[in-house]
């Protein structure tokens, strides 16, 4: 089985977390607007809407390719539709794909090249629509 970690590590200063990848990336921040936090990044629920878009958007463009479609720019708008009261989880993500060709292409192929990214290929996608046993502990720091 893979793994993969991030850490979120909090700034010291209202609620402002700096994420760092498994792989060392990091840099990206996240935290809420005010008054309980400075509106200073992406609030998490933003992230995993971009999450979201950024993995059925590389298998976008890996499909689209495989497929010969020809297409010059694509950007995936992710929308979240959530509960008015908490935890305000999402009960509704719609996601669009803006794809500009730059020629003719196969609308069957390009349908079914978004399809599988979206629902055969992407982890996000599959983490949010068949369910994650998610656990929780704590230990010193």
Known sequence: M?????????SGDKVRFEIEAGTG???VFADEHGPLGDDEGPRPT???????GACTGINAVL???????PFETLAVEVEGQQEEDWPHAFTKIDVTFEIGWSGKFDKD?????LDMACNKYCPVDATLTH?????????PA
């Open 2 to 10: 893979r793994g993969q970690k991030a850490t979120a590590r909090w």
């Open 25 to 27: 990336h990091k840099g």
């Open 46 to 52: 933003e992230l995993l809407l971009g999450a979201l």
């Open 63 to 69: 499909l689209l390719k495989k497929f010969k479609q």
């Open 109 to 113: 192929l390009a349908d079914k090249a």
């Open 131 to 139: 369910g994650t046993a998610i656990s929780h502990s704590h230990r």
